[in-house]
């Protein structure tokens, strides 16, 4: 539980940093966003190398409710400072919980997690920095072309070093399924609008290799 705690209190206070910075205008809200999606993601990840598979279930639920709670009130401007719709902040909670109920195995979760984190934040801000002149609408929200590329590369990149680092014993991460990970992935990223990648990414992921 002392390793839980530690993760818990890690990321709350990177939050309350980024929030700082954000409310002094450091930094943009879409940085902000993507920084605690980031540090978010990557905390989670790691989460069952020092816990177990039940505390990360209840773990979820305890982020839906406080992510609501939050909401309600309004407590980090950051999450709701974006002139667009999205509900990303329940659904990442929601995609640790569902991913947890189909029994990956460890490095499995980690890839999951790692395209969502890292995957999908460098999509958004190249989209935003070089997808002006070449974006598209998926069911009224827009897209990039170089925002999918990046996402593709991002993940091509996660798929090869899991590979590299994961124990050769981890029968799920020797497969040929791993070779259209990318594709999947970035089918997921790209459909999943209103926040909804952060439930497809990870759920695609996982459920590929399943």
């Avoid at 189909?102 to 999951?112: D, E, I, K, M, T």
Wanted: hydrophobic share 60%; glycine share 8%.
């Amino acid at each position: 539980m002392l390793n839980a705690a530690f993760l818990v209190v890690s990321g709350f206070m990177i939050t309350l940093i980024v929030e700082q910075l954000h409310s002094r205008g450091t930094i943009r809200t879409e940085v902000a966003r993507k920084t605690i999606h980031v540090v978010a993601g990557l905390i989670v990840a790691i989460c069952p190398f020092f816990v177990s598979w039940n505390v990360i279930l209840v773990g979820s639920i305890a982020f839906f409710l406080a992510v609501g709670l939050a909401r309600w009130l309004k407590i980090f401007g950051s999450q709701h400072g974006i002139n667009r719709i999205t509900w990303g902040e329940f659904f990442f909670p929601l995609s640790v919980f569902s991913i947890v109920l189909v029994h990956p195995s460890r490095w499995v979760f980690v890839l999951a997690m790692l395209n969502l984190a890292i995957g999908d934040t460098v999509a958004a801000l190249v989209g935003t920095k070089l997808g002006r002149s070449n974006s598209y609408k998926v069911f009224g929200q827009n897209k990039s072309v170089a925002g999918s590329l990046a996402f593709f590369a991002v993940s091509a990149g996660l798929v090869m070093i899991t590979f590299a680092l994961a124990p050769l014993g981890d029968t799920a991460l020797l497969r040929t399924e791993l070779l259209i990970l990318p594709f999947v992935a970035t089918l997921a990223e790209n459909v999943g609008v209103y926040g909804l990648d952060n439930l497809f990414i990870p759920l695609a992921v996982v459920l590929l290799l399943a």
